[in-house]
C-alpha cells in the first residue's frame, strides 16, 4: 500500500484528533472525532515520536518557555532517559528527586518539582536511573498508569504540563501518551518525512482504544524547515496533503540560535527573544492554546 492509501485510511477510520484543529482546516470529517475534553481540561501535552533528532526536546522547552512567557505556569516532565531537557534548562543531570523516584512510588510528583531559570516554568527532571525503568515497568501491575496518577494532583497547579517523551514507542512513551490529553508529533522536514509516522499515529490509535479514551492528537509539528530550498517546500506540501487537518499552521524554522540555547541551559525566549526561532514557539504557543 502506498504511504498516501495507508495515512489516508489510517485517519480517516481509527485516528481522533482534535475537533479545533480539524475545524481550522475547515475538514468535513469534524462531526466524526468526538472531543471528550474542554479547553480548560486539556492540561497534558505529550510530545512524541519513535524517531530521534526531530525537533522533541527544542519543543517541550520552548513551547514551554513561550506559554510561561504568557503568564501560565507550566510544567516540563522529561521522561528521556537522555535528560536533555533536563540540562538544556541548566539542570545537571542527578538533580534529585526524579521522575524516575516518581515512577518507582518513591516521592510525589510534587516533590519531584524543580524550579528553573524561567519565570513559572517548571521541571520534573529525568535522570540516569530511567534507563532501567523500560525494563523495570513493564513488571509492576498497572505500570502504564503511573505517570498518569502521579501527575493527576499537579494538573489544577499548573496551566500547562509537558512531556518530553524518548525516541522509542516503550514504556516510557506509553506512559506519556497514557498521562496526556493531547500529543504533539513533530516532523523533521526532511526527505524521510513521512517514514515511521504511521508507526507513531498507530500507537497513538492504540493507546487510545485501550488506555486512555480522553487522548487525541493536537497536530504535527514541522520542524527544521528551510524555505528556501525546493526539498523543505516539497516535503512541507507532501506532509499536509498526506495528513490533512492534522498539521499545525505553524512551522519552525532551522535556526541557529534553537541550537545553540541548550548550551546556556535556557531556552531560546531567554538566550535570543527576538530571533526566527523565539517567533516560531511564540506562534506555536498560540496556536496550541487556540487549538483545544
Ligand atoms: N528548528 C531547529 N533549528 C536548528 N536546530 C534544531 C532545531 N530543532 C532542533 N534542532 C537541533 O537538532 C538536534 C535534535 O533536536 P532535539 O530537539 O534534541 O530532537 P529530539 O528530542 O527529537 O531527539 C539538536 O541538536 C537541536 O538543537
Ligand atoms: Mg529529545
Known sequence: MSPRGLAGEFIGRTLRVSGAARR????????????TATVSDVRVFAIANQKGG???????????????????????????????????????????????????????????????????????????DLVGASVELPTV??????????????????????????????????????????????????????????????????IQRELNPRLSVAGMLLTMHDNRTRLGRDVERDVREHFPGLVFDTVIPRNVRLSEAPSFGVPVTLHD???????????LAREVAAGG
Not at 510528583?109 to 529525568?126: F, G, I, K
Not at 527573544?273 to 506562534?283: E, K, L, Q, R
Open 24 to 35: 481550522a482546516h475547515g475538514d468535513p470529517r469534524t462531526t466524526t472525532a468526538p472531543r
Open 273 to 283: 527573544p527576538f530571533c526566527a526561532g523565539s517567533d516560531a514557539y511564540v506562534a
Open 141 to 206: 501491575a498497572r505500570s502504564e498508569q503511573r505517570l498518569r496518577d502521579a501527575l493527576a494532583p499537579l494538573r489544577e497547579r499548573f496551566g500547562f504540563i509537558l512531556i518530553d517523551c524518548p525516541p522509542s514507542l516503550g514504556p516510557l512513551t506509553v506512559n506519556a501518551l497514557v498521562a496526556a490529553d493531547r500529543v504533539i508529533v513533530p516532523v523533521q522536514t526532511e526527505y524521510y518525512a513521512l517514514e515511521g509516522l504511521a508507526q507513531v499515529l498507530d500507537t497513538i490509535s492504540l
Open 54 to 128: 526531530v525537533g522533541k526536546t527544542t519543543t517541550a522547552v520552548n513551547l514551554a518557555a513561550a506559554v510561561a512567557g504568557a503568564g501560565y505556569d507550566v510544567l516540563i516532565v522529561d521522561i528521556d532517559p537522555q535528560a536533555n531537557a533536563t540540562v538544556g534548562l541548566g539542570q545537571p543531570r542527578d538533580l534529585e528527586p526524579n521522575v524516575y523516584a516518581v515512577l518507582c512510588g518513591e516521592c510525589t510528583a510534587e516533590q519531584a518539582v524543580h524550579a528553573t531559570p524561567v519565570d513559572r516554568l517548571w521541571l520534573l527532571p529525568s535522570g540516569r
